[in-house]
Nanobody, 116 residues
Framework: QVQLVESGGGLVQPGGSLRLSCAASGFTFSTYFMKWYRQAPGKEREWVATISSAGDSTNYADSVKGRFTIFRDNVKSTVYLEMNSLKPEDAAVYLC?????????WGQGTQVTVSS
């Protein structure tokens, strides 16, 4: 059974940091590209970052470039999103996604709130 379980969300002040985790099971994690998306209330789901299966290539949305870092541990089957210099507009439910060919798996998400 495929599972993606996000954690690490919470309330943080503007300018603060959070590290999100997504623990994977039920598939060969090391062969999948991993992505983070986010969805704020009333808005469409937005792609945030991607990391290659080996972890040697990353891409970011312009809105988070230079502030967020995606990385993975293929031994622990976990992908992370380090978020720094958080802004109120970063507040959203953050979801991880595993993708390879026609396989596409999603987690349930973790809430990030940025507020003073």
């Amino acid at each position: 059974q495929v599972q993606l379980v996000e954690s690490g969300g919470g309330l943080v002040q503007p300018g603060g940091s959070l590290r999100l985790s997504c623990a994977a099971s039920g598939f060969t994690f090391s062969t999948y590209f991993m992505k983070w998306y986010r969805q704020a209330p009333g808005k469409e789901r937005e792609w945030v970052a991607t990391i290659s299966s080996a972890g040697d290539s990353t891409n970011y949305a312009d809105s988070v470039k230079g502030r967020f870092t995606i990385f993975r541990d293929n031994v622990k089957s976990t992908v992370y999103l380090e978020m720094n210099s958080l802004k109120p507009e970063d507040a959203a439910v953050y979801l991880c996604n595993a993708r390879r060919s026609r396989s596409d798996y999603w987690g349930q998400g973790t809430q990030v709130t940025v507020s003073s």
